[in-house]
């Protein structure tokens, strides 16, 4: 399955001498204009400096669209024409559509004077395929002479994606695809068809209506969404952009001693907020069906009300929820605008979590000695003179070494057991004194041989 999509990811082709011109082609609704704020993002961000040429001259606003992604994204948007929008008459093109090959060709050397090293021209699309279409996405092609063609497909038009791509494959011939709305419930099965019937490598994939959810296409990784395997490196790359490793880390420690608080809580749960919505990330763990059913009912509303909670909370009622009585509670519900039962609800939650992180963090040495093991000891019955009588208990264990791990006798904190501290365990030092209980002695002639010296020799 890897194989047939395309094996390995493929990269932009930049031009020897800049700048390097992409130009987006594909239907209308397929994602064009904000794919391009998308890309320049992407590219912005690896140290390039694009910019966006408007060629789409005929969809209604489309020019001020691509306008305002690109201020979002931070780049240059090069628009002299205003296109077909309710401004035109101002214009004194008047509302005749400009020419969008004089624009592309402006564009070329607009970047040139300005020293930008990529170009993206947005180009118009159709709700359907024809010959204007076609020829118009030909001509500007011809006349800027492209570094890179980008096919821009819908991942959830189904199998219609394969006469679409085949109809763009033959009037302008594209270098490369692109999906979009990957968040979908589409797992991507139109990328099979399209990568096996035009051959053509798929480049990038858009998973949101974010300029932050676009990446590279790795055919392995939508392999493994397609068979419902989940995704977990793009999952660990998107924590990785997101987290902050200090603050993570200060959780953790704060987790292990029981001292997390509200505020914790609510910074931990806006990092994971700015992965995406917890559907799609939900989605990409494996479990196939499973976790498709789960993200479904993920209610990002419910996450909305929790964060309006603790923000309606003084800094001293989010680090200790204790103080929180019937009229605080009473005033936070009014101030956040939800019931006094979800703040209860809320709150109760949060120590039922936090006393179950206790115990977990315990158990793997994380955190404080548990309430069990601070205990006193149990007294023995006072006898007939008033004296008490020694509590009854088992054979004595022998003591871990220190290092060790609970249970397992003799490991170093590197995981590895101390050979000599086995042997003087096993009766080393001769009789059973040091021994463990119910091992037998080493053999009569090995007691003092060193274990840590052995030679076995080669072979």
Same mark, same amino acid.
């Given at each position: &399955?890897?194989?047939?999509?395309?094996?390995?990811?493929?990269?932009?082709?930049?031009?020897?001498?800049?700048?390097?011109?992409?130009?987006?082609?594909?239907? %209308?609704?397929?994602?064009?204009?904000?794919?391009?704020?998308?890309? !320049?993002?992407?590219? =912005?961000?690896?140290? *390039?400096?694009?910019?966006?040429?408007?060629?789409?001259?005929?969809?209604?606003? $489309?020019?001020?669209?691509?306008?305002?992604?690109?201020?979002?994204?931070?780049?240059?948007?090069?628009?002299?024409?205003?296109?077909?929008?309710? *401004?035109?008459?101002?214009?004194?093109?008047?509302? !005749?559509?400009?020419?969008?090959?004089?624009?592309?060709?402006?564009?070329?050397?607009?970047?040139?004077?300005?020293?930008?090293?990529?170009?993206?021209?947005?180009?118009?699309?159709?709700?359907?395929?024809?010959?204007?279409?076609?020829?118009?996405?030909?001509?500007?092609? /011809?006349?800027?002479?492209?570094?890179?063609?980008?096919?821009?497909?819908?991942?959830?038009?189904?199998?219609?994606?394969?006469?679409?791509?085949?109809?763009?494959?033959?009037?302008? /011939?594209?270098?490369?695809?692109?999906?979009?709305?990957?968040?979908?419930?589409?797992?991507?099965?139109?990328?099979?068809?399209?990568?096996?019937?035009?051959?053509?490598?798929?480049?990038? $994939?858009?998973?949101?209506?974010?300029?932050?959810?676009?990446?590279?296409?790795?055919?392995?990784?939508?392999?493994?969404?397609?068979?419902?395997?989940?995704?977990?490196?793009? #999952?660990?790359?998107?924590?990785?952009?997101?987290?902050?490793?200090?603050?993570?880390?200060?959780?953790? $420690?704060? #987790?292990?001693?029981?001292?997390?608080? #509200?505020?914790?809580?609510?910074?931990?749960? #806006?990092?994971?907020?700015?992965?995406?919505?917890?559907?799609?990330?939900?989605?990409?763990?494996?479990?196939?069906? %499973?976790?498709?059913?789960?993200?479904?009912?993920?209610?990002?509303? *419910?996450?909305?009300?929790?964060?309006?909670?603790?923000?309606?909370?003084?800094?001293?009622?989010? /680090?200790?929820?204790?103080?929180?009585?019937? !009229?605080?509670?009473?005033?936070? =519900?009014?101030?956040?605008?939800?019931?006094? =039962?979800?703040?209860? %609800? &809320?709150?109760?939650?949060?120590?039922?979590?936090?006393?179950?992180?206790?115990?977990? =963090?315990?158990?793997?040495?994380?955190?404080?000695?548990?309430? !069990?093991?601070?205990?006193? %000891?149990?007294?023995?019955?006072?006898?007939?003179?008033?004296?008490?009588?020694?509590?009854?208990?088992?054979?004595?264990?022998?003591?871990?070494?220190?290092?060790?791990?609970?249970?397992?006798?003799?490991?170093?904190?590197?995981?590895?057991?101390?050979?000599?501290?086995?042997?003087?365990?096993?009766?080393?030092?001769?009789?059973?004194?040091?021994?463990?209980?119910?091992?037998?002695?080493?053999?009569?002639?090995?007691?003092?041989? /060193?274990? +840590?010296?052995? +030679?076995?020799?080669?072979?």
């Amino acid at each position: &399955l890897v194989q047939i999509l395309g094996g390995e990811t493929r990269r932009l082709q930049l031009a020897k001498n800049p700048p390097t011109v992409i130009m987006l082609a594909g239907l %209308q609704g397929a994602g064009k204009t904000t794919l391009a704020g998308k890309l !320049s993002k992407h590219l =912005a961000s690896q140290g *390039h400096t694009p910019m966006l040429v408007a060629c789409d001259l005929q969809r209604p606003g $489309a020019v001020q669209q691509l306008q305002i992604v690109g201020e979002r994204a931070g780049v240059t948007t090069f628009a002299p024409d205003p296109g077909t929008s309710v *401004h035109s008459f101002e214009h004194e093109m008047g509302t !005749s559509h400009g020419d969008p090959v004089a624009v592309a060709q402006a564009g070329i050397e607009e970047a040139k004077r300005t020293q930008h090293d990529i170009v993206i021209v947005d180009t118009a699309g159709r709700l359907g395929i024809d010959e204007t279409l076609m020829t118009q996405a030909r001509n500007i092609r /011809d006349a800027v002479d492209p570094d890179e063609v980008l096919f821009v497909i819908d991942s959830m038009i189904g199998q219609d994606a394969v006469d679409t791509a085949e109809a763009f494959r033959d009037g302008v /011939d594209f270098t490369g695809v692109v999906l979009t709305k990957l968040d979908g419930d589409a797992r991507g099965g139109a990328a099979l068809s399209i990568r096996e019937v035009t051959g053509k490598p798929i480049m990038f $994939a858009s998973t949101g209506e974010k300029l932050e959810d676009f990446d590279v296409f790795h055919p392995e990784r939508m392999a493994s969404r397609i068979l419902g395997m989940g995704d977990m490196l793009s #999952l660990i790359e998107q924590a990785e952009s997101v987290m902050d490793q200090d603050k993570a880390e200060a959780a953790a $420690a704060k #987790l292990g001693s029981g001292e997390l608080t #509200l505020e914790d809580f609510l910074d931990q749960m #806006l990092m994971i907020r700015r992965m995406g919505p917890i559907g799609n990330i939900l989605k990409m763990l494996p479990g196939g069906k %499973q976790m498709s059913d789960m993200a479904e009912m993920v209610d990002e509303k *419910h996450l909305d009300r929790i964060q309006a909670i603790i923000r309606g909370m003084t800094a001293a009622e989010r /680090d200790n929820p204790k103080i929180l009585n019937a !009229s605080r509670r009473k005033r936070i =519900a009014s101030g956040s605008g939800v019931t006094v =039962a979800e703040v209860n %609800q &809320l709150v109760e939650r949060f120590f039922e979590a936090k006393k179950m992180m206790g115990k977990m =963090a315990g158990q793997f040495g994380m955190g404080p000695v548990s309430r !069990s093991a601070t205990k006193k %000891q149990a007294k023995g019955r006072k006898g007939k003179n008033g004296k008490r009588k020694p509590v009854k208990r088992g054979p004595t264990q022998p003591k871990m070494p220190m290092g060790g791990m609970p249970g397992m006798p003799g490991m170093g904190g590197a995981g590895m057991p101390d050979l000599a501290e086995l042997q003087k365990q096993l009766g080393g030092a001769g009789g059973t004194g040091g021994g463990m209980t119910g091992m037998p002695k080493l053999p009569k002639g090995m007691e003092n041989i /060193d274990l +840590n010296n052995l +030679n076995f020799g080669k072979k």
